[in-house]
Nanobody, 117 residues
Framework: VQLQASGGGLVQAGGSLRLSCVAS????????MGWYRQLPGGERVMVAE???????MYGNSVKGRFTLSADFGKKTVALQMNNLKPEESSVYLC????????????WGQGTQVTVSS
């Protein structure tokens, strides 16, 4: 099972970016999908995620600016980020809780988002 992420880049403060991620391999179903960002010390912080059949959850700092779109049938998840702030520059990682031969949590390779002031 793999997650392929795309869509990072450089944007000015106040700008927008859209991140996309698709799951491939022996994915029988997905329990949860979302996006995290990695802090300088290595900790990963939830940005937005959705449990299949459940509500979308957002980190407090992004509510009202970021929108998560998860399609559990198509195994894709996208994150529309608007009004970006310089402090949100980070590596963003796609994450999925997947049912394959076994249940496993999978991370994508990460995509760099840089917001200039």
């Amino acid at each position: 099972v793999q997650l392929q992420a795309s869509g990072g880049g450089l944007v000015q403060a106040g700008g927008s970016l859209r991140l996309s991620c698709v799951a491939s391999g022996d994915v029988r179903s997905i329990n949860k999908m979302g996006w995290y960002r990695q802090l300088p010390g290595g900790e990963r912080v939830m940005v937005a995620e959705q449990i299949r059949g459940g509500s979308i959850m957002y980190g407090n700092s992004v509510k009202g600016r970021f929108t998560l779109s998860a399609d559990f049938g198509k195994k894709t998840v996208a994150l529309q980020m608007n009004n970006l702030k310089p402090e949100e520059s980070s590596v963003y990682l796609c994450n999925a809780d997947v049912n394959s031969d076994y249940r496993v949590v999978v991370w994508g390779q990460g995509t760099q988002v840089t917001v200039s002031s």
